[in-house]
């Protein structure tokens, strides 16, 4: 038993989350939360009490999505509250999200698929009378169109509300769950091409083939403490979605360790906190960004600049998404920089940009994380491959088993 046991835990701050785009901002919401991260998580996180009352949940995904704070420093900082055993529900969420990310690495035709996927409904769609009344919270379905303009309005949705507003986005108003899933990463400050388009399509029963999941009245009703209660207004009963193609798996690229002096920091969305990776100092250092490329449509204000300013908070300078080439060029004639360094970006836009940048004369050299070339390689299949590898993980990261 560790020292902090031996005492319970102090009341829950019932109060709501201000997501201020600064790392001390997500620091201090990880330490208010990591104290409850024990047993008050395990038994209340499931409940969705509103966006005033999120003391049972971290909502610390906006900052973890930009690496602002890191799995590591949620993983320290409540390990230090907490045995392993106590810890272990949140522990696991935490997993879900590496899950995610090392999954869709290694499957990356899910995420052109989708996109694929949207524009086809985009084209057939956008105009239809449903999927408008869906994103503007006007299907009659009270706790829907409530999520759908909690999420406009604070760029935050409980993961409880996220389940049942795919599933009955899916299953009850029978949109092409492409469009859903559009409309979360335009609108969620943590909005995630791994996680968000996996979730959407476990929910379908796309990730594990033919399980769907299926929102029903009395789950929400309990689960939202009695706000809400669809009775009658959902479906009762849903085919899982199939898809024509296969998704295979990809090997992971292998990344060489790198110790060059004299570079240029590129700093994107994916990681804000890379620079402690380096092994030397950058001479210069460049915000780039990407976010727009989420999506065809329109960004919510709040997601580009939550990004926004997480790069500019680490790069200490302006940033832009014009032409990468062009700033990574100007950038470094500009310092004498030889080498460019960036962290290695996971399938979505910045990987996008990365991989299509034109002739630049420069090296370009990108850094993994020890934490995602320890844990991607067990996100190969379902969750439980790497679920129980945790305890060997965590000690392998030096961290309580
Ligand atoms: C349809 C749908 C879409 C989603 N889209 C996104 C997304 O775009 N970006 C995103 O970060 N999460 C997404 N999630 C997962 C999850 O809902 C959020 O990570 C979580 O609600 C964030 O709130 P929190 O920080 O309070 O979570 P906590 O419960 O406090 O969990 C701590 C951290 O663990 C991770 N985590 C927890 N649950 C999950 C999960 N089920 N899957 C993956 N990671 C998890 C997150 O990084 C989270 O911040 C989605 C879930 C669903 C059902």
Redesign the pocket.
């Known amino acids: 038993m560790s020292a902090y046991e031996m005492f319970p835990e102090p009341e829950i701050d019932e109060g709501g989350v201000r997501f201020t785009p600064t790392r001390q901002a997500g620091l201090v919401r990880l330490k208010q939360f990591a104290v409850h991260a024990g047993r008050r998580y395990a038994t209340q996180?499931n409940f969705d009490f509103g966006p005033e009352k999120r003391g049972n949940?971290?909502?610390?995904?906006p900052w973890?999505?930009h690496r602002m704070i890191t799995e590591e420093e949620i993983l320290a900082a409540t390990l230090a509250y907490h045995s392993a055993e106590r810890v272990q529900k949140?522990v696991q969420?935490?997993f879900?999200?590496t899950y995610?990310k090392g999954w869709l690495e290694q499957h990356p035709s899910v995420w052109t698929t989708y996109q694929d996927g949207l524009r086809q409904a985009l084209n057939t769609g956008v105009c239809s009378a449903d999927y408008a009344d869906a994103i503007a919270g006007n299907t009659g379905i009270d706790c829907f169109d409530y999520w759908a303009r909690e999420l406009v309005e604070t760029g935050y949705l409980?993961?409880h509300a996220?389940?049942w507003f795919?599933s009955i986005w899916i299953f009850t108003l029978r949109l092409p769950w492409e469009l859903g899933a559009d409309f979360?990463?335009r609108h969620?400050l943590?909005?995630?091409p791994a996680?968000?388009t996996l979730?959407?399509r476990w929910?379908g029963g796309l990730h594990t083939k033919g399980k769907i999941y299926l929102a029903c009245a009395e789950n929400i009703a309990k689960f939202t403490d009695g706000r809400f209660n669809p009775h009658r207004q959902l479906s009762t009963f849903a085919e899982p979605l199939s898809e024509a193609v296969l998704h295979p798996l990809v090997k992971l690229q292998t990344v060489k360790p790198f110790s060059g002096k004299n570079t240029l920091l590129v700093v994107t969305e994916e990681d804000c906190q890379i620079e402690t990776k380096l092994p030397n100092t950058p001479v210069a250092r460049l915000g780039l960004l990407a976010t727009k490329e989420l999506s065809p449509l329109a960004l919510g204000d709040m997601v580009t600049a939550f990004a926004r300013a997480g790069v500019e908070e680490a790069c200490g300078t302006a940033s832009s998404d014009a032409n990468w080439t062009d700033q990574i060029i100007t950038a470094a004639e500009a310092a004498g920089a030889e080498t460019v360094v960036t962290a290695y970006a996971p399938v979505g836009p910045v990987a996008r940009k990365l991989a299509t940048l034109g002739p630049t004369g420069l090296k370009i050299r990108r850094i993994r994380r020890g934490y995602d070339n320890l844990l991607w390689p067990h996100c190969t299949k379902g969750f439980f491959g790497l679920k129980k590898k945790i305890p060997k993980i965590l000690s392998e990261l030096g961290m309580a088993a």
């Open positions: 996180r949940v971290s909502a610390l995904s973890i999505r949140f969420e935490l879900w999200r995610y409980h993961n996220r389940m795919a979360f990463l969620l943590d909005g995630d996680s968000n979730s959407w929910i």
